[in-house]
């Protein structure tokens, strides 16, 4: 069965660094894109980054660009984002998500919305607040 998990939130400091894994089981994760998602409390799930599973070429939402960075460790079949520099706008619910399992998503690939992802973990809460 496939599974995702993430891990590595918490509460951090403004300027702090976080570094979140999204761990796959059941499947191979670099077979598939991964994207990573936030949700604010009362806002939608926006999604910050992207890794292709064809090229490995990454997206980011302009927000996190220069601060944020999402790579593959395959070795532990996962997926991270390293977030630098982070402040109170940062605070949010971080899920990852694989697209690539329906033929669907191929049509936007990163691009794809939220309805287009094809399975997702339950979230880390992260927390930027002195």
């Known amino acids: 069965q496939m599974h995702l998990e993430e891990s590595g939130g918490g509460l951090v400091q403004p300027g702090g660094s976080l570094s979140l894994s999204c761990a796959a089981s059941g499947f191979t994760l670099n077979m598939y894109a991964v994207a990573w998602f936030r949700q604010a409390p009362g806002k939608e799930r926006e999604q910050i980054s992207c890794?292709?599973?064809?090229?490995?070429?990454?997206t980011y939402e302009e927000s996190v660009k220069g601060r944020f960075t999402i790579s593959r460790d395959n070795a532990k079949n996962s997926v991270i984002l390293q977030m630098n520099n982070l402040g109170p706008e940062d605070t949010a619910v971080y899920f990852c998500a694989v697209g690539g399992v329906r033929a669907s998503w191929y049509s936007a690939g990163c691009s794809a919305g939220p309805s287009e992802w094809d399975l997702w973990g339950q979230g880390t809460p992260v927390t930027v607040s002195s």
């Open positions: 890794i292709k599973n064809v090229d490995h070429t990454t």
